[in-house]
C-alpha cells in the first residue's frame, strides 16, 4: 500500500470525528438551552443532559490553569503521537485509525475549551436510574476508543517482536 494511504485513511477520521463533536455540541446547546434537565435518549439508560465542564475527565481539575492547561496538553497530545503516526506503517490501518480517533477527539475538545471560558460541552449522560457513568461527548469517545485501540496494538506489537525474533534466531 501506498504512503498516502495512511493519509486517506487518517485524515477524514480525524475530521469527520471533529466535525460529528462540534455539529452535536452545537445542536445540543441550540436544543436544551443553557438548562441541564435530562432528556431521556432511551429510557433513562441514554440521555442527553448539558454540562460544561471546566476540567477534564472525572473531575481532574488544574483550578484556575484548567482552560489554557488542559487547551495545551490537547495540543501535546497530538505532538507526541505525531512521530508515532510518522513511524507507523501504511499497512497498519488499525492503527492509524486508532490514531485518527485521538487526534479529532483531543481536537475537539481543545476547540471548544478555546471557543468558550464555560468549558467543554459534555450532554451523553449514561447509567440507570440515579447511577450514572460521567457525563461525556463524542470527542471523549474517539480519544477513549483510539486510546484503547491503540494501547492493544501497541501490546500486541511488542508482545509479537519477541516471538518472532525467536523464529528468526532458531532458524
Not at 95 to 103: H, M, N, S
Request: hydrophobic share 50%; net charge positive.
Amino acid at each position: 500500500m501506498p504512503a498516502d494511504h495512511k493519509t486517506r485513511v487518517f485524515w477524514p477520521i480525524a475530521f469527520l470525528l471533529l466535525l460529528v463533536d462540534c455539529s452535536s455540541k452545537e445542536l445540543v446547546v441550540e436544543k436544551l438551552g443553557l438548562s441541564n434537565v435530562p432528556h431521556d435518549i432511551v429510557g433513562d439508560a441514554i440521555r442527553f443532559t448539558l454540562s460544561f465542564n471546566p476540567d477534564a475527565a472525572m473531575g481532574l481539575s488544574l483550578g484556575a490553569f484548567s482552560r489554557v492547561g488542559f487547551a495545551a496538553a490537547a495540543i501535546l497530545a497530538i505532538a507526541v503521537l505525531a512521530p508515532l503516526y510518522r513511524k507507523t506503517r501504511a499497512t497498519q490501518t488499525s492503527r492509524i485509525v486508532a490514531l485518527a480517533l485521538i487526534c479529532g477527539g483531543a481536537a475537539g475538545n481543545m476547540l471548544d475549551r478555546l471557543r468558550s471560558s464555560r468549558g467543554v460541552v459534555d450532554f451523553i449522560d449514561i447509567g440507570i436510574g440515579s447511577h450514572r457513568f460521567y457525563i461525556f461527548n463524542v470527542a471523549d469517545m474517539g480519544v477513549s476508543v483510539g486510546a484503547v485501540m491503540l494501547a492493544y496494538l501497541l501490546w500486541r506489537a511488542d508482545h509479537a517482536e519477541p516471538e518472532q525474533s525467536h523464529q528468526r534466531i532458531t532458524k
